[in-house]
């Protein structure tokens, strides 16, 4: 029977297969890195960053790339098979409340001696949770404001420092140009959430609230500005920003800076600038983000891991990080050999940092992501009210807090 | 076609087919090959001005073009041929039923295509996170037969249908065995067909994205890796990884457009 | 047909079946219960997710954009369809070019032609750029606005991408009109208008249906274009499921949204091929 041939066929085929998909061993040492770069920032990873730790500890590092939010779900995968292939992996730090939870990485609060002394103390906090150290800090990020120089000065503007300044420039441009040249990261998700909280920390409020005082200041502020702002605003987050601010659809915007090398360098954009950005009616304020290090549970190489960790926290990596990428350091003292254009820009993230605010990791981030989105898309994009809105939108996080804490 | 003012008429309207279809590609082939300092401007222009292969050369030594590529080759030849090995029996079997059993069948296949991707996606990611297929090939298979089978029964059961039973009979009474009628008369008349379902469903799990970004995630397929140039690349990269993740599959969809016959979707009709 | 026969048939059918159901029916059910049990009491069944999506004006504007991108997009490809088509049946020097380069987009996967659409629709992009150039414009046109110009550059690239497979559905419907019939009308002298309304609509119409069917399933389930073009300003229903699910770790509200298009996709295809079935037989 032809029939019964295929199924023969069929069965030989489903055999082999599983053989001809398994991994081919590897005698020498390997690391496995999991992270979530940009590929600029991988650039710098592959060429100069892995080569020298794979000399110093004779292995072989495999990075790969996994977003920040999926990356839960791949450790859950691996951690409940049994079958932990990942050595150490780097995570957004507004990322971590879930790992602790669903119980995914080691507790390394035993190695905590192996934090250098010079990272900034409030880096480490990071990764305490309940007391205990879960996540080893290697880089903390900051927005910096870029703006494009030569179009600001045509139009007879400076970049602005308040508010009010911000407002002006904004509307401007837009009177000039028919349509508005400053972007805000409007895309939603992380990206607005981030600088939403910037807004709303230096207009006084607390975002986890998002109905007191400064609450609607922010957002009655950014009603305002919204027209003004450029139509790509929508959609913008911090890969698109860089490309606006290169096409010039942006000539004033706010992103991370790993949008120097690929503006000026990739784009060659000589003229966008960057300084350290704006300050509110109460207080200068720049959200923190950045990633740290942890390492699953059930890792086969806990010491080639620990290593890892503490040569990106050396302070020759941070050097290069810093001036290869114009990331900002956890370490007060990796200034050395950075190339000269990118000194200014390194400057505007330092004292971006000056102002520094971290973000609480708290159990209900995804809900206030979404609720402090949903409100912005009422309140400024469809330019709805202001208190009745976030009074409601007060309310439903109030129940999710509750439904937490139960 | 002879008066001359319905002549210009059809000549303009296929430039502006032609222009229609082409553009997209030319721009891809424009920015790939693009200086940035010609491309990142308010108003980018229409014609190439400029000409660089650096794009190429970093998209290159990225190293993110083989690992994918096997990936997605390997998921791709494995799904046209679980495809193959799950329908053919089948679209032979049903088309070989009485009609109001053949029905059923067909309204079985016909609903499995509509339902939502991203319904199925789901639950079925939350069960390879227990079942760790996660980023494995054979996960990703499972996966793409999902929605390629309908399609391929489709195919294969057009093809035998269009196979008269008379002629197997015949073959039968003429002394041959079952065996033989099917090797001799069926299957050689159905060659194409399988052929055409075996192309078919490899494209379709070429150009997935659904089900793969659900299920891969740090081993991604070429359609991730677009995506993930489009996220977190810069737009040359994009542009470059995208022609030369889509150059084969035109090369391969143009050499083999005469199978693209619309008879093929014909006799879908009837049921 | 003898029984041995017969079982050999159904074990032919079997295992196709058997991945069917373990494959197809089992996670959508599982959908369908997720969707149905509570995130945090955790009690079944419940309306819990269905409440709190439906109060959410994201969840609103995903499912009127998931139905105007459905229903535009196919009328459009319907008719563009029918018109490539209807050229097609033409003879002209240039046939085997003109057919070669319609077909063209069916290679381009459609990642990639979600990342080029990206580039034309773009503020600073290239639509905008002819637009200047044939002076339709003096400001660029905010293509991403989050409205209807945002649906429209969602249709056009899902036109851009699939029309080729429109056109050869309903190219093989007019193949297979005779031309007798053509001859016919015409020596009757009827209008070229009239032909095509009482010859060549009538006998199309099992493929249209067809076409209607299978590009209307594959329009209400559009999800690369959308996620690419479109964000989160203009979510359809797969992209809002996508971003519940990924974005915001709640499997339960993503099904649920699954669930609806599901049962929007169901009704539909029941209307579609109820209503044309009946006036089919009632025509005759």
Known sequence: MTIQRL?????????????????????????????????????????????????????????????????????????????????????????????????????????????????????????????KLFFMPYRPNVQIAYYNEKRLEEAGLEPPQTWDELLHVARVLKEKKGMGKVGFQAWGDGPTTAQLYEFIVSAGGDPLLLNDTGCGKAFAFLKTLYPYLSPDSKKAKWDTTNT???????????????????????????????????????????????????????????????????????????????????????????????????????????????????????????????LLNEAFLRIVVQQGDVGEILNAYHEEMEGIKREYSR | ?????????????????????????????????????????????????????????????????????????????????????????????????????????????????????????????????????????????????????????????????????????????????????????????????????????????????????????????????????????????????SLIVALPVVVVTYALQKYLRSGYLAGAVKG | MNIRDRACLYLSVAPLIAYILVFTFVPVLCGVWLGFAGKFSGAFPSWENYRYIVSHFQFRSALLNTLIITGVGLFLELVAGFFLAFLLTKKFKLKGFVRALVLLPLGIPTIVSAATMRSVFDTQGYLNEFLYRAQLIRVAVDWGDGGMKTLFAVVVSDMWKVTPLVMLILLAGLESIPGELYEAARVDGASALGTLRHITIPLLKPFIVMALVVRGIDAFRLFELPLALAGRGSPVLSTYAYFEYMDYNNPNTAAAAASILFAIILLCVVLVVKTTTRKVLGGK
Not at chain 1, 69 to 95: C, H, I, P, W, Y
Not at chain 1, 286 to 297: D, M, N, Y
Not at chain 2, 17 to 38: E, N, Q
Not at chain 2, 108 to 125: D, K, N, Y
């Open chain 1, 7 to 131: 199924f023969l066929l069929a069965s030989m085929v489903f055999l082999v297969f599983p053989a001809g998909c398994a991994k081919k061993a590897d005698n020498a040492k390997t690391l496995s890195v999991v992270m979530g770069l940009a590929e600029e920032e991988w650039k710098v990873m592959r060429e100069n960053i892995f080569p020298e730790f794979e000399k110093q500890y004779q292995c072989r590092v495999r990075h790969f790339q996994v977003e920040a939010g999926d990356f839960s779900k791949k450790l859950e995968a691996m951690v409940r098979a049994g079958n932990v292939t990942v050595d150490v992996f780097s995570q957004d730090n507004m990322r971590l409340a879930v790992l602790v939870n669903k119980d995914l990485v080691e507790d390394l609060s035993a190695y905590e001696s192996v934090v250098p002394a010079e990272v900034l103390p409030a880096m480490r906090e990071v990764g305490r949770f309940n007391g």
């Open chain 1, 244 to 370: 606006y601010l290169a096409n010039e659809s942006f000539y004033l915007a706010q992103n991370w800076p790993f949008g120097v090398r690929i503006v000026m360098r990739d784009y060659g954009k000589k003229e966008i600038k960057t300084y350290r950005g704006w300050r509110g009616p109460v207080r200068e304020a720049h959200v923190i983000g950045g990633e740290v290090f942890g390492i699953p549970k059930g890792a086969q190489d806990k010491t080639l891991a620990l290593a890892f960790i503490r040569y990106f926290q050396s302070k020759e990596v941070q050097e290069k990080l810093a001036a290869r990428l114009g990331w900002p350091s956890i370490r007060d003292d990796a200034y050395g050999n950075m190339a000269d254009w990118l000194k200014p820009h390194y400057r505007s993230v330092k004292e971006a940092l000056e102002h520094g605010v971290y973000r609480p990791n708290v159990p209900y981030w995804d809900e206030f992501d979404k």
């Open chain 2, 1 to 241: 076609m002879k008066r001359p003012l319905t002549s210009v008429a059809f000549a303009f309207t296929l430039l502006a087919l032609a222009v229609y279809t082409l553009f997209p590609v030319y721009l891809m082939v424009k920015i790939a090959t693009g200086d940035p300092s010609d491309i990142m401007r308010e108003r980018p222009g229409l014609l190439l001005h400029s000409f660089t292969l650096e794009h190429f050369r970093n998209v290159l030594s990225s190293g993110y073009l083989v690992a994918p590529f096997e990936k997605s080759l390997s998921v791709a030849v494995l799904t046209a041929l679980g495809a193959l090995l799950l329908s053919v029996p089948a679209a032979y079997a049903i088309s070989r039923f009485p009609k109001n059993v053949q029905y059923g069948f067909l309204l079985l296949i016909f609903v499995t295509r509509m339902f939502p991707e991203v319904g199925i996606a789901l639950p079925v990611s939350v069960a390879f996170i227990r079942w760790n297929l996660l980023d494995t090939v054979p996960g990703l298979v499972l996966a793409h037969l999902i929605r390629v089978l309908p399609v391929t029964c489709w195919i294969l059961l057009n093809t035998f249908e269009t196979i008269p039973k008379d002629l197997e009979e015949a073959a039968r009474v003429d002394g041959a065995g079952k065996l033989a009628a099917l090797r001799h008369i069926v299957l050689p008349l159905a060659l194409q067909g399988i052929a055409v379902a075996a192309i078919f469903s490899f494209l379709m799990s070429w150009d997935e994205f659904t089900y793969a970004l659900y299920l891969c995630l740090s081993e991604p397929t070429l359609p991730l890796k677009v995506y993930y140039y489009m996220n977190r690349g810069n737009i040359f990269e994009t542009a470059t990884y």
